[in-house]
Nanobody, 114 residues
Framework: QVQLVESGGGLVQPGGSLRLSCATS????????MVWHRQAPGREREWVAI???????DYKGSVKGRFTISRDNSKNTVYLQMNSLKPEDTAVYYC????????WGQGTQVTVSS
């Protein structure tokens, strides 16, 4: 059974930091490109950060320089370090594993508010 379980979300003040984790099981994690997406209320889901099997990364323009995606293949886990958070970063954040097949986590809520 494939599982992707996000954690680390919560309420943070503007300018604060959070570290999201996505622990996977049931897949050959090292073979998957991992992507973080987010969906704010009333908006479409959008990709935020991506890390390839070879650790090449890319970011949505609005988070470049503030967010860092990383992976630990020994722990089958992908991370998203989010710094200098802004209210517009408020969303449910999802991790996504992509290869010949594709899997999604259930999401974790991030709320940036004073």
């Amino acid at each position: 059974q494939v599982q992707l379980v996000e954690s680390g979300g919560g309420l943070v003040q503007p300018g604060g930091s959070l570290r999201l984790s996505c622990a996977t099981s049931g897949i050959a994690f090292h073979r998957y490109t991992m992507v973080w997406h987010r969906q704010a209320p009333g908006r479409e889901r959008e990709w935020v950060a991506i890390i390839s099997r070879g650790n090449t990364t890319d970011y949505k323009g609005s988070v470049k320089g503030r967010f860092t995606i990383s992976r630990d293949n020994s722990k089958n886990t992908v991370y998203l370090q989010m710094n200098s958070l802004k209210p517009e970063d408020t969303a449910v954040y999802y991790c996504n594993a992509r290869s010949a097949d594709e899997y999604w986590g259930q999401g974790t809520q991030v709320t940036v508010s004073s």
